[in-house]
T-cell receptor, first 112, second 112 residues
Framework: DTGVSQNPRHKITKRGQNVTFRCDPISEHNRLYWYRQTLGQGPEFLTYFQNEAQLEKSRLLSDRFSAERPKGSFSTLEIQRTEQGDSAMYLC??????????FGPGTRLTVT | DQQVKQNSPSLSVQEGRISILNCDYTNSMFDYFLWYKKYPAEGPTFLISISSIKDKNEDGRFTVFLNKSAKHLSLHIVPSQPGDSAVYFCAASVPGAGKSTFGDGTTLTVKP
């Protein structure tokens, strides 16, 4: 059990650029989640995969955001045309059971 | 409309004493509740959970109490240790939904 890994750990980008983050879940976990966290707040749900199927998307996930999980393994989260309001910590989590989630260390995005 | 609220942003206790962290929720559909602990520069770590069919769950020094009629849960840490100093998040899920709704966290400081 090597834990959930996320890359990159930090990303600084200019407004209007596209960014992509990667999450590698714990190998036997078929559920994968993306959350966004801003300073002083708890994680906010973005989207959820069971295997390769994206089962739920939050209203927070505008059409500039897209997530994929090809072959039910790693996942990517892409943000197009980044805005300063996208600056946040993006957390990935995976789980084998329905509720307890194992989080990665997050990717901190700064949009300048 | 914040469905999970942690009204105390911070709590400071002396080593060896009891720490009590509180959480209130508004959505009566929530049926599973979790506590996560977060250290700086790390993702949240699952700590303890409770199903709505129970009113208490204990795991070592950690006990979670659920009062469904008051829509309130609490996490008790006895005895508190300096290593418990972290941000604690309360989270809740509706039946069958993998995603969790998080509170904004309480920063616990345990003083030696």
């Amino acid at each position: 059990d090597t834990g959930v890994s996320q890359n990159p750990r930090h990303k600084i980008t200019k407004r209007g650029q596209n960014v992509t983050f990667r999450c590698d879940p714990i190998s036997e976990h078929n559920r994968l989640y993306w959350y966004r966290q801003t300073l002083g707040q708890g994680p906010e749900f973005l989207t959820y995969f069971q295997n390769e199927a994206q089962l739920e998307k939050s209203r927070l996930l505008s059409d500039r955001f897209s997530a994929e999980r090809p072959k039910g393994s790693f996942s990517t989260l892409e943000i197009q045309r980044t805005e300063q309001g996208d600056s946040a910590m993006y957390l990935c989590a995976s789980s084998r059971t329905l509720y307890e989630q194992y989080f990665g260390p997050g990717t901190r995005l700064t949009v300048t | 409309d914040q469905q999970v609220k942690q009204n105390s942003p911070s709590l400071s206790v002396q080593e060896g004493r009891i720490s009590i962290l509180n959480c209130d929720y508004t959505n009566s559909m929530f049926d599973y509740f979790l506590w996560y602990k977060k250290y700086p520069a790390e993702g949240p770590t699952f700590l303890i959970s409770i199903s709505s069919i129970k009113d208490k769950n204990e795991d070592g020094r950690f006990t979670v109490f659920l009062n469904k009629s008051a829509k309130h849960l609490s996490l008790h840490i006895v005895p508190s240790q300096p290593g418990d100093s972290a941000v604690y998040f309360c989270a809740a899920s509706v039946p069958g939904a993998g995603k969790s709704t998080f509170g904004d966290g309480t920063t616990l400081t345990v003083k030696p």
